[in-house]
Nanobody
Framework: QLQLVESGGGKVQPGGSLRLSCAASGFTLDDYAIGWFRQAPGKEREGVSCISSSGVSTNYADSVKGRFTISKDNAKNTVYLNMNNLKPEDTAVYYC??????????????????????WGQGTQVTIAS
């Protein structure tokens, strides 16, 4: 069974940092582009960042550019999202998902949630004083 599991969320003060993990089981991340999404209460799920299957190509939503970094460790079959200089508006449940094959790369037009599958259960990130 193909499964993604997120972890690493928590509550931090504005300006703080967190590292989220997305661990895959039942498949290898070598074959999939992985996206991070987030959903705040009452809002649509939005794309945050994507990394290609090779790990060479990445992209970011404008709202997180320069603050978030996506990476992957193929040996651990895990994708990470390092989040720095966190803001209250980053508060949301964060999800990872795999881009539906045959697309092993990230779209130049941003992350479309309908192009992704095998969603994890999410991890809560809260930024507050």
């Amino acid at each position: 069974q193909l499964q993604l599991v997120e972890s690493g969320g928590g509550k931090v003060q504005p300006g703080g940092s967190l590292r989220l993990s997305c661990a895959a089981s039942g498949f290898t991340l070598d074959d999939y582009a992985i996206g991070w999404f987030r959903q705040a209460p009452g809002k649509e799920r939005e794309g945050v960042s994507c990394i290609s299957s090779s790990g060479v190509s990445t992209n970011y939503a404008d709202s997180v550019k320069g603050r978030f970094t996506i990476s992957k460790d193929n040996a651990k079959n895990t994708v990470y999202l390092n989040m720095n200089n966190l803001k209250p508006e980053d508060t949301a449940v964060y999800y990872c998902a795999a881009r539906i094959p045959p697309y092993t790369y990230c779209s130049d037009y941003g992350l479309n949630k309908y192009e992704y599958t095998n969603w994890g259960q999410g991890t809560q990130v809260t930024i507050a004083s």
